[in-house]
Antibody, heavy 121, light 111 residues
Framework: EVQLVQSGAEVKKPGESLKVSCKGS????????IDWVRQMPGKGLEWMGT????????RYSPSFQGQVTMSADKSISTAYLAWSSLKASDTAMYYC??????????????WGQGTTVTVSS | QSALTQPASVSGSPGQSITISCTGT?????????VSWYQQHPGKAPKLMIY???NRPSGVSNRFSGSKSGNTASLTISGLQAEDEADYYC???????????FGGGTKLTVL
């Protein structure tokens, strides 16, 4: 079964760092782009960026460039989304999602279950 | 890059058909046949329902269909069922700034 399994919920304080993970299984992880999507409480989906695990090429949304860092370790089929200094406004659900084909002009066919990040003092 | 424009809500009775619109620009919806639609039930991850404007993934009911005219894409759900009640999001590949842009989402209520 093709699936993405994300790390568990996080509760952090403003200014702390955080890295959440997304582990793929059931397919050739290095060969498919993995994207990250933010959903703030009660709001819609926002595209954050994408990474190609095969060579760690990344593309960021201008809205998130410099705010987060995407990385991947293809040896353990895992992608990561990291913050160096969290803000209260980072409180949201974060989804990872796989692109259906091995190029960018394709939809997200597999989604992780989501990781809830809560940032509060 | 602004989000694609969707109606905030639509509703219909069981058995009826509804259509959700998704309006973008020539830099996204109008420029490519790479529009997708996702269904999201409360507390769940989104699910791909339509891709490349009008294609259905395996396992998705043929009650769901998609189309596009100019800068506006549409999702039609026929024979509404209670289980269709969910939020629906369109998305499109884009060529300026951001690679992908989502609509604001439409809440479908089955009366």
């Amino acid at each position: 079964e093709v699936q993405l399994v994300q790390s568990g919920a996080e509760v952090k304080k403003p200014g702390e760092s955080l890295k959440v993970s997304c582990k793929g299984s059931g397919y050739s992880f290095p060969n498919y782009w993995i994207d990250w999507v933010r959903q703030m409480p009660g709001k819609g989906l926002e595209w954050m960026g994408t990474i190609y695990p095969g060579d760690s090429e990344t593309r960021y949304s201008p809205s998130f460039q410099g705010q987060v860092t995407m990385s991947a370790d293809k040896s353990i089929s895992t992608a990561y989304l990291a913050w160096s200094s969290l803000k209260a406004s980072d409180t949201a659900m974060y989804y990872c999602a796989r692109r259906r084909q091995q190029w960018l002009e394709t939809p997200f066919d597999i989604w992780g279950q989501g990781t809830t990040v809560t940032v509060s003092s | 890059q602004s989000a694609l424009t969707q109606p905030a809500s639509v509703s219909g009775s069981p058995g009826q058909s509804i259509t959700i619109s998704c309006t973008g620009t020539s830099s996204d919806v109008g420029g490519y046949n790479y529009v997708s639609w996702y269904q999201q039930h409360p507390g769940k991850a989104p699910k791909l329902m339509i891709y490349d404007v009008s294609n259905r993934p395996s396992g998705v009911s043929n009650r769901f269909s998609g189309s596009k005219s100019g800068n506006t894409a549409s999702l039609t759900i026929s024979g509404l069922q209670a289980e269709d009640e969910a939020d629906y999001y369109c998305s499109s590949y884009a060529n300026s700034g951001t690679l992908e842009v989502f609509g604001g989402g439409t809440k479908l209520t089955v009366l």
